[in-house]
C-alpha cells in the first residue's frame, strides 16, 4: 500500500519551485499528532536515525556535524540496514537493543522502531526538540518517498508529534558510493542551516508547523560530489514511480527480480523536476494518510533565501 502526500490540486497548480518567487497562499491547517514543544533557547536536543544502519556512513557524519554544530545528538537506528522499510514497525513481542557507546543505541528493527524506542526509552519523559532521519544513500523522492525507510523514520516521529526532517543524498542516477559519500558533506551542511534557519523563524514557538515534517532531497553535483547545489526549492513529491520492477521465472519455483529506472517528465514543482535540475527538494509532509493540505507556503516562508 502506497503512503501518499499530496497538496490539495489549487497548491500543486500555483506552487513556483523556487523560493525566490511569490509564495501561493496555501490553506495550511495540518491535524496530525500532539503540539510539538516550543523551541529551547539552549542547544536542540536531537534524536538521529536512519534506515542504512546506526553505524553507516551517513548517520556517523550527521552525528559528528550536528554535534560540532552544538546539539545534542543522541543516535538510536536500526542495528541492519534497513532500506526500503517503509513506516513498518515489528509486531514481534520482543526487540533486541544494543547500547554500543554513548550516545549511541542500536534497535534491531526498522527506523520506526527506533524513533519509537527512542521516544519511549532513551528520551523517557522529554521528547526530544526534532528527530533527524539520515542522511540516507540516494533519493527519496516521488514514489521511492512512500516506500523510504528513511522517510519511514520521520513519519514515526511526527505520529508522535515530534517535528522531524528526513535527509537524503543523491541523484536520479547511481554515482560511485564514494562519491556519495563525499556529497553527504554538503547536505549535512545545509541541514545545519536549515536547522538554523527554523530555529531563528521559531522564537518561543515549535520549530515547524503541528503535523508538519521535512523531507530534503540532496543532489550529488560535480564528478567528485563536492560541488554546490543550483538552489533550493520548495517541492512536493512527484505522483511518479520512477521504479518498474521486472520479475523473470527461473523455472525452480523461484523468480529472479529486477528493478529498471522508469523516469517520465516530472511534474512542475516536484521533487522530482529539482533534483533533476540539480537544486535540493524540500517537500513539507504529514504523517497521516489523508490527502488534506501539507504546509507549503510557511515552509517556503521559513526557507525563503536560503541557499546551499
Not at 523517557?124 to 516521488?142: C, H, K, M, Y
Not at 521511492?144 to 543524498?169: C, F, N, Q, Y
Amino acid at each position: 500500500m502506497q503512503r501518499k502526500r499530496v497538496l490539495p490540486l489549487a497548491a500543486l497548480l500555483l506552487c513556483a519551485p523556487a523560493l525566490a518567487g511569490t509564495v501561493p497562499a496555501v490553506a495550511a491547517e495540518v491535524q496530525a499528532g500532539p503540539a510539538p514543544a516550543p523551541v529551547p533557547a539552549g542547544p536542540l536536543r536531537i534524536l538521529l536515525t536512519n534506515d542504512d544502519g546506526y553505524n553507516a556512513p551517513g548517520i556517523r557524519l550527521a552525528f559528528a556535524r550536528l554535534t560540532a554544530a552544538g546539539h545534542d545528538v543522541t543516535i538510536v537506528a536500526p542495528l541492519t540496514n534497513q532500506s526500503g522499510a517503509g513506516t513498518k514497525t515489528s509486531n514481534s513481542p520482543s526487540l533486541t537493543v544494543r547500547h554500543p557507546e554513548p550516545k549511541v543505541w542500536a534497535v534491531d528493527g526498522t527506523p520506526g522502531d527506533s524513533v519509537n524506542f527512542g521516544l519511549s526509552e532513551v528520551f523517557e519523559g522529554r521528547a526530544p526538540d526534532l528527530v533527524v532521519s539520515g542522511t540516507n544513500f540516494g533519493p527519496n523522492v516521488a514514489a521511492l518517498a512512500s516506500h523510504s525507510g528513511t522517510v519511514g523514520g520521520a513519519v514515526a516521529a511526527l505520529d508522535a508529534g515530534v517535528p522531524a526532517i528526513a535527509l537524503s543524498t543523491g541523484g536520479l542516477s547511481a554515482p560511485d558510493p564514494v562519491t556519495t559519500v563525499n556529497a553527504m558533506g554538503p547536505t549535512l551542511d545545509f541541514a545545519v542551516k536549515l536547522i538554523d534557519r527554523l530555529r531563528s523563524r521559531a522564537r518561543s514557538g515549535p520549530l515547524l508547523p503541528q503535523g508538519v515534517g521535512l523531507n530534503v532531497n540532496h543532489p550529488v553535483i560535480g564528478a567528485d560530489g563536492k560541488g554546490t547545489p543550483a538552489g533550493v526549492a520548495t517541492t512536493f513529491q512527484d505522483a511518479q514511480a520512477l521504479l518498474k520492477a521486472d520479475f523473470t521465472d527461473a523455472g525452480d519455483g523461484t523468480w529472479k527480480v529486477g528493478v529498471t529506472v522508469d523516469l517520465k517528465t516530472p511534474a512542475r514543482g516536484s521533487d522530482v523536476e529539482a533534483v533533476s535540475a540539480g537544486k535540493i527538494a524540500v517537500s513539507p509532509m504529514n504523517a497521516d494518510w489523508n490527502t488534506g493540505p501539507v504546509d507549503f507556503a510557511v515552509t517556503a516562508v521559513l526557507l525563503a533565501g536560503l541557499r546551499p
